[in-house]
């Protein structure tokens, strides 16, 4: 059953009551919100996912709501709850559907290491993945997105999941989050993709959420092996340029945009080694959507 | 009064060698390091034996033809002891 078998309101009353049981990748999340703006967003664009009729073992329970102080009308703000705990502060009511998503980040990023979890984008095409290990600002979700459009499968836009077992990229197939230039340029691609509302003044500005394609949802038990690591920079109307990488430099560049790289110890390095043995690492420069989807395209039906 | 480096006991330092870079991690402090053919020539000799510092230099002279120059040998001895890879001993 996915949500969208649901009807908006039937959404809306179990977030609003027991809370609803949703599907991510590997992940079962249990959710409750009483915001009619996560509500709206969230319905939007998880519409494709499992959810439960029944409670299930849920691996985060997580709940968005306003407090019960004076701060629920004044400058209201939302709270994130884990477990009924708050893990970090709050953020302005109108930031209320991004706190979802950073949250759900947040509680991947920290506590789910059974997998290398590197910040990073990873796209499939011909069996083949890649991963795009990236700072913020750099271009990675945007690339992302621009390969979604033209037929690749999303199997992370943040947390790259790599096995501790076997190196398999692990599907979490979520909404990309495109920032500021890159919500327009992403717009004018395609009259067709879904976008949240977009979100301002937020500390990364300008944020909107563009919801995956169904493939990606759909397939998300499917793993993927990664065969190329690249490091992706948008430079506005540059050409683009693929070149190639040392294996040490890019295992640096993985390791310092590894969530918990340093968490697993002796396991992480030796996981990340094999890892880097496995792929190509190369550095790419891109400007303009088309030539960077040719060079992916030909980089994977190449090798 | 000398000054020696040597190799922290008790502690694993694991390798990955891709040509002519090496990644190594040391257990005990966690810190990973990128180190190239002088870097971990540097630290094997530190990790055989107790040396001084210009007696690093002169090894790496003789066996490697490389003339370290001002203070970079200095600069990595140091980046090592940060990660915890070695030590300074200072004997009477």
């Known amino acids: 059953m996915i949500l969208s078998s649901l009807t908006f309101h039937e959404a809306r009353t179990r977030l609003k009551s027991n809370g609803l049981y949703f599907k991510t990748g590997p992940f079962t999340i249990h959710f409750n919100t009483h915001i009619e703006n996560i509500t709206k967003n969230f319905y939007k664009l998880y519409s494709e996912n499992q959810i439960f009729e029944q409670e299930v073992f849920s691996d985060f329970h997580i709940k968005i709501d306003l407090p019960n102080n004076f ?53 499939e095409k011909n069996n083949k993945a890649i991963i795009l290990p990236a700072e913020p600002g750099s271009g990675k ?20 999941l790599i096995s501790l077992k076997d190196l398999s990229a692990i599907p979490l197939s979520r909404p990309i989050n495109l920032k500021n230039d890159s919500i327009d340029i992403i717009k004018s691609m395609s009259e067709t993709c879904i976008f949240s509302d977009v979100y301002d003044d937020t500390n990364k500005g300008s944020v909107a959420l563009l919801k995956t394609s169904n493939e990606s949802v759909s397939r998300a038990d499917e793993v993927a092996i990664p065969c190329f690591i690249i490091k992706p920079k948008y430079i506005n109307e540059s050409k683009a340029s693929l070149a190639r990488v040392s294996p040490g430099k890019m295992f640096m560049h993985v390791a310092e945009n590894s969530f918990n790289y340093s968490v697993l110890g002796k ?37 | 009064m000398s000054e020696y480096w040597e190799a922290v006991a008790g502690f694993e330092v694991l390798r990955k060698t891709w040509g002519s870079e090496s990644a190594i991690y040391h257990t005990g402090s966690g810190d990973t390091q990128l180190l190239d053919e002088l870097g971990i020539a540097i630290l094997n000799l530190v990790q055989a034996q107790r040396l001084e510092t210009e007696e690093i230099r002169e090894h790496i002279l003789r066996k490697h033809k490389v003339e370290l120059e001002g203070d970079s040998l200095a600069r990595l001895l140091a980046e090592l002891n940060r990660s915890g890879v070695i030590t300074r001993v200072q004997t009477p």
């Open chain 1, 141 to 160: 979700s945007t690339l992302a997105a621009i390969l979604t459009l033209n037929g690749w499968r999303l199997l992370s836009d943040e947390l790259a």
């Open chain 1, 267 to 303: 396991e992480g390095f030796e996981v990340l080694s094999n890892l880097i043995d496995l792929c190509g690492c190369f550095d790419f420069i891109y400007g303009n959507n088309t030539e960077a989807v040719n060079i992916m395209n030909s980089l994977v039906a190449n090798n």
């Open chain 1, 71 to 123: 701060r629920r009308w004044v400058r209201p703000q939302v709270f994130f709850y884990l477990d009924n705990e708050i893990p970090f502060k709050p953020l302005p009511f109108n930031q209320a559907y991004p706190m979802l998503e950073w949250g759900m980040n947040w509680c991947i990023a920290n506590h789910s290491h059974q997998y290398l979890i590197i910040h990073a984008a990873v796209l």
